[in-house]
């Protein structure tokens, strides 16, 4: 048949992630807090500062349901404004802050959105959701100052086209920054991280969610991730340039980075 193997496990995967988020949607802060002891907070602000954002600045976060990202984003660039206003009260910063929020599952967007409204952020409108795939954006070639991707770009079903779409879309001098779940290196380490990630998630996943298939099937799209220095090889054949990554608690996140010339 047409259908080869590859193809038939892709499509399990792409159903397996749209059935695993729209089942975490409602309790997933609860449990990013709890897996990661509260560090996913930590990791999104290094994320953000290596952004760098600006006032007036296009940003696309993609697979940024929750708005995590995207409010950190936000909240950086109104600190430089206000402190630019304070230093030269008669400038004015009429260049317009846009920071898409997109994801594939209306469920996440949902969740963000309502989180927003929460803070609210309903109203800026710097902030703009879109439904979309991170493998085939809606967006115009060259339109982007940054691109993130947080916990997002390990669900995609082609990594590669992902990349290439990533360096589509940002525009000469464009930031590319991806914080993901990586590969812990460190010995002893590593075995105490295996232990937790095969026993205690799963665990956790049924206890608090009542859903330990979900949370088997993101401990083992962890381990399936390109290791780190073949990920920043995939970021490089992307196109882009000065490619770099930083580990954080020893690679159990890695934040990966480039730039378009
Ligand atoms: N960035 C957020 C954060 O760090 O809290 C959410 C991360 S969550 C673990 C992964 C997100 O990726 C989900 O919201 C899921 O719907 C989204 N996602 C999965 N595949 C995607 C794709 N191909 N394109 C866009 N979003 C996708």
Same mark, same amino acid.
């Given at each position: 048949t047409s259908f080869g193997y590859k193809e038939v496990r892709e499509e399990e995967k792409s159903q397996m992630v749209g059935n695993v988020f729209t089942s975490v949607a409602s309790n997933y802060d609860l449990m990013n807090d709890l897996m990661s002891g509260g560090l996913h907070r930590l990791w999104k602000d290094r994320l953000v500062s290596k952004l760098n954002p600006f006032p007036g600045m296009k940003h696309l976060d993609v697979a940024g349901g929750t708005g995590d990202v995207a409010f950190r984003i936000l909240e950086s660039i109104n600190s430089v404004k206000?402190?630019?206003l304070q230093d030269s009260p008669e400038d004015n910063l009429l260049e317009e802050t846009q920071i898409f929020v997109c994801d594939i599952n209306p469920n996440m967007l949902n969740v963000g959105k309502k989180r927003a409204q929460e803070r609210g952020l309903a109203e800026d409108r710097a902030l703009v959701w879109v439904e979309g795939d991170a493998e085939a954006l809606n967006f115009e070639d060259n339109s982007m100052d940054g691109y993130t991707i947080a916990f997002g770009i390990r669900? $995609?079903?082609h990594i590669e086209k992902a990349l290439a779409e990533a360096y589509r879309v940002l525009k000469r001098g464009g930031r590319f920054l991806c914080l993901e779940l990586s590969h812990v290196e460190v010995p002893i380490f590593k075995e105490l991280y295996d232990l937790y990630s095969f026993s205690v998630i799963p665990a956790v996943g049924e206890q608090v969610a009542g859903d330990r298939e979900s949370?088997?099937?993101l $401990?083992?799209?962890?381990r399936r991730f390109p290791p780190q220095e073949k990920f920043a090889a995939m970021i490089a054949d992307a196109g882009f340039q000065k490619v770099e990554y930083e580990n954080l608690v020893g690679g159990v996140v890695a934040i990966h980075s480039g730039l378009k010339f």
């Open positions: 206000r402190r630019a669900n $995609v079903t949370y088997q099937y $401990v083992e799209s962890i």
